[in-house]
C-alpha cells in the first residue's frame, strides 16, 4: 500500500475508503446510489501485471471517453485516509515510497494523493470533475487505486478499481466498484440517471481493461 498526500475537506464527501467497505451494497453512505461489478481478465502473472499497468496509467478512464487535466502529484508524503483490504479490515499506511511513473505522453501514474480533473460525456451526460487518488495498492496480489470526488461534479463519491490475481485458481479479476450521491440539479431531479451514468462508465471501464469484453464469461 502506498500513502499520500490527504487532508480533511480535500473531498467532498465524508465516507472516504467506503468503496473497499464490506457492506457497500447493502449500507451505502447516505443518500448514495451503490455501484458494483466484477469482471474475469484471464489468468497468470502476466495477465495481472499487465492489467496492473493499464490500470495504474489511466487506461480506464481515457477508453471510457475521457480526457485528464491538470494532473499534480502529491507535493510530500502523508497520511492518505482511511481505506480497507478485501476481507474489510483497516490497512496501515505504509513507510515505503514508490519511484514516480509517467506514461508515454509524460502524464504521471495514479499516486496517492495526487489531484486531477476529467473532461468528457458518458451517454450524452456531462462527466466533468475534480477529483483526489486516495491511495494506491501495489501488492503481490493486488494492484488498485481509489478515486474521491473534490469539486466540479454532478454526482459526490468515490470510485475503487482492483486487480485481483487469486492464488487458488489463478484467475484475474477487475473488481469496481462507486458510490454516487447525486448534486447536479437534473440528477437530483430525475436520479435514474445516476444508476445510467454509473452502468455506462462500468462498460466503458471493462472494454479498456479487458481482452475478454468481446466473449464475456
Do not use: C
Not at 464490506?22 to 451503490?34: F, I
Not at 484475474?172 to 430525475?190: H, I, K, M, N
Amino acid at each position: 500500500m502506498r500513502r499520500g498526500t490527504f487532508r480533511e475537506g480535500t473531498v467532498d464527501y465524508a465516507a472516504v475508503g467506503a468503496t473497499h467497505a464490506p457492506d457497500l451494497m447493502q449500507y451505502p453512505p447516505e443518500q448514495s446510489v451503490p455501484a458494483e461489478e466484477s469482471w474475469r481478465l484471464g489468468s497468470g502473472e502476466e495477465r495481472f501485471r499487465n492489467a496492473g499497468d493499464a490500470l495504474l496509467s489511466w487506461t480506464a478512464q481515457r477508453a471510457a471517453g475521457l480526457q485528464l487535466t491538470d494532473v499534480r502529484p502529491a507535493s510530500s508524503p502523508g497520511y492518505a485516509g482511511v481505506s480497507f483490504d478485501a476481507a474489510g479490515a483497516p490497512i496501515a499506511p505504509s513507510q515505503g515510497e514508490v519511484e514516480p511513473r509517467y506514461d508515454e505522453d509524460g502524464t504521471p501514474w495514479a499516486g496517492p494523493g495526487m489531484t486531477l480533473k476529467l473532461h468528457g460525456r458518458v451517454s450524452g451526460l456531462r462527466a466533468d470533475a475534480e477529483l483526489r487518488v486516495i491511495s494506491v495498492t501495489e501488492q503481490s496480489r493486488r494492484i488498485g487505486f481509489v478515486l474521491g470526488t473534490v469539486s466540479g461534479s454532478v454526482v459526490s463519491g468515490e470510485e475503487s478499481f482492483d486487480i485481483y490475481w487469486h492464488e487458488d485458481t489463478d484467475e484475474v479479476w477487475f473488481t469496481v466498484r462507486a458510490f454516487d450521491r447525486p448534486t447536479g440539479f437534473l440528477y437530483r431531479t430525475l436520479p435514474y440517471l445516476v444508476k445510467r451514468r454509473r452502468r455506462e462508465l462500468f462498460a466503458r471501464y471493462l472494454r479498456a481493461i479487458s481482452p475478454l469484453y468481446a466473449t464475456p464469461l
